[in-house]
């Protein structure tokens, strides 16, 4: 995985033991249960920007952002840390675009993402709908799970971050046969690298350069370029991540009202 790559190299770099821990059923904490940088069992993490909003909601907030984002290959991104959600239907669907897929069947990867279920919800409330939108609607549990899904016809479509498509069709040409993409959305803020608020202010600053340094640093992985694409890491602020947060902000009150 990109993650586990891009850890294990700043951990030899530094020197330094930093908390490596995967968990591929979802793509972070969701609000008000137990989390690993809280327990002090994670150092650094990569997660969906829903979990770093309700992470910072609590008193004493138990993760801050690094100030670096990963910036991956895509002319469309011209150079910044952002991404897009690509809506994916099988190759040989009739549907053409989003609207068509009204009364059909439909796969989200999780309830935290930002990139496969919370954009979803948000095009539907600009459209006047919800999720009754689809005859069905179903967790797959991953990004990758909703491409098979799509490939094997489970399911009429779903949204997949653009960096995991890219790289899951150019390890998997059979896939690349079978699906095509309807429509991209975006651009959003790339997934956000946080630290633990308590490691000690010296190390953050290491780990910070660290990750900038990436992609000069001549014991980089090849693959980090290779085969997940990665151009470098750059600087961010919380302000990269301010309208997805109003914007998650905003469709709760409208849930709560």
């Known amino acids: 995985m990109f993650f586990e790559v891009v850890v294990d190299h700043v951990r030899q770099a530094l020197g330094q033991p930093i908390s490596l821990s995967v968990e591929s059923r979802f793509s972070g904490p969701m609000r008000r249960t137990d989390d690993l940088f809280s327990k002090g069992e994670a150092d650094v993490g990569f997660m969906c920007a829903p ?8 008193e004493n907030p138990p993760v801050e952002l690094a100030g670096v984002a990963p910036v991956f290959r895509d002319n469309r991104a011209q150079g910044s ?5 690509e ?17 059909r069947s439909w796969a989200y990867n999780d ?3 930002l990139s496969g279920y919370f954009n979803l919800l948000k095009r539907l409330a600009e459209m006047g709908e919800d999720e009754s939108f689809f005859g069905r609607v179903c967790c797959s549990e991953s990004h990758l799970n ?13 949204i997949i971050d653009s960096n995991v498509l890219r790289i899951k069709l150019r390890s998997s040409p059979q896939l ?6 309807l429509e991209s959305w975006g651009p959003y803020p790339i997934q956000p690298v946080v630290l633990r ?3 000690h202010p010296e190390l953050k600053d290491r780990l910070r350069a660290g990750l900038l340094a990436i992609c000069a640093d001549p014991h980089t992985p090849p693959a980090l370029a290779e085969r997940f694409g990665l151009v470098r890491f750059a600087p961010v602020t919380y302000e ?6 109003q914007a998650l902000r905003e469709y709760e009150r409208a849930l709560r009202a």
């Open 111 to 113: 309830l935290r993402s």
């Open 87 to 103: 809506v994916i239907a099988h190759r040989g669907s009739p549907v053409r675009s989003f609207p068509d897929l009204r009364g």
């Open 81 to 85: 840390p952002v991404y897009f959600s």
């Open 197 to 199: 608020s308590g490691l």
């Open 51 to 58: 979990s770093f909003f309700w992470l910072r909601e609590l």
């Open 146 to 158: 909703s491409m098979e899904m799509v490939a094997r016809g489970d399911v009429d479509a779903a």
């Open 240 to 245: 990269h991540y301010a309208p997805e947060e």
């Open 176 to 181: 690349q046969e079978q699906l095509r993409v």
